[in-house]
């Protein structure tokens, strides 16, 4: 499913089926191929099966890369569907583990907000944010939603603007602010006669509804294939007529950021960059009945690597490491302007 597929026009129970079958055949690719189809499940009202998908990978024999947000998630299906006691107790369980990603905990705080828990989730987004944002200067993006989710909670409690709430406004970048997007007396609004108010709302509205969409937009990123410099000595011994694609490895490097950027600066959303393997390549290729030494089949071969979940999200923040493997940071590497 491309993620520009209106919600009307997906059948979930079909998609979660290819995507579990998928998964079948590369179990390497599992965990984000089966995080997807319990998405779907969920979607299509079967949660327990949803559930019976996250077990099984939290029982697996192999290691999962993100285990507390597939803790996370099957807290946040349970609840949903009545296990409210066990979902609690996972909850306390990532809680208590305090892990590193911000994912599971905007998760578990907002299983919490949705349920009215608002003490409890202003406590697990308060207890996130300390954890992962003391001392930093600039909050990475993947935790604005740690800081957007307690503003709201501490609006609909009442609490005054501490230094998060600040830092929240400043990172927040819609033209609406955070206390007009958060503020509890908006639903009284939505009741009113006097069309100002109603358009007023409407904007509003939209304006959260495409923080919320950014926020949740990225599950097929158009990538871009990336060799490492190992494997594209390895490709191109094996397979020279491949040389007119990469005249060099640095010059790949230079090409894969310069159609990267070409493609943000044309408007398209989902970027990402996918990492082959020569023995991946030409299992791919296999399977296709087709040579590995055809050009056409490379773009094809990163498609395939993002719908399995193997693509990292274009571009990078600045201070973290470059998507070239260089150990630099991206700022100081490909990410200079």
């Not at 559930?51 to 507390?68: G, H, K, N, W």
């Not at 400043?170 to 939505?190: A, G, Y």
């Not at 011994?237 to 010059?251: C, G």
Request: charged share 25%; aromatic share 6%.
């Amino acid at each position: 499913m491309r993620p520009d597929t209106p919600a009307e026009n997906v059948d979930h129970t079909a998609e979660a089926d290819r995507l579990e079958r998928t998964a079948d055949l590369y179990p390497e690719d599992a965990e984000a191929l089966l995080l997807r189809a319990a998405a779907h499940r969920e979607l299509s009202g079967d949660r327990p099966t949803a559930t019976a998908l996250y077990d099984r990978l939290l029982t697996s024999s192999r290691e999962l890369d993100e285990p507390f947000l597939v803790r996370a998630l099957k807290a946040s299906n349970l609840w949903e569907y009545g296990h409210e006691a066990e979902a609690r107790a996972i909850i306390t369980g990532i809680r208590t583990t305090a892990p590193r990603d911000p994912a599971p905990w905007v998760i578990v705080a907002e299983s919490l907000e949705a349920h009215d828990e608002l003490e409890q989730a202003h406590e697990t987004f308060t207890q996130a944010v300390h954890l992962l944002l003391t001392g930093v200067e600039a909050p990475p993006r993947t935790t604005h939603p740690l800081l957007f989710g307690r503003h709201r909670v501490r609006r609909m409690l009442g609490a005054a603007h501490d230094e998060w709430d600040a830092l929240a406004d400043t990172v927040h970048s819609l033209p609406i602010t955070l206390d007009e997007l958060h503020d509890p007396k908006r639903v009284w609004s939505l009741g009113s006669e006097n069309p100002a108010e109603l358009e007023a709302e409407i904007i509003r509205l939209r304006a959260e509804l495409g923080a919320f969409r950014e926020a949740l937009s990225r599950p097929f990123p158009v990538a871009v294939l990336h060799w490492p410099a190992s494997e594209l000595t390895e490709l191109l011994s094996a397979y020279p007529t491949l040389a007119e694609e990469y005249p060099s490895h640095p010059e790949h490097l230079t090409s894969i950021e310069a159609a990267l950027r070409e493609l943000a600066g044309s408007g398209t959303p989902n970027l990402g960059i996918v990492t082959g393997t020569v023995p991946s390549y030409e299992a791919f290729a296999a399977s296709e009945l087709t040579s590995p030494s055809d050009p056409a089949l490379l773009p094809q071969y990163a498609t395939t690597l993002a719908a399995r979940g193997r693509a990292a999200a274009w571009p990078p923040e600045r201070t973290a490491a470059c998507w070239c493997e260089s150990g630099r940071p991206y700022g100081d590497c490909h990410g200079k302007p």
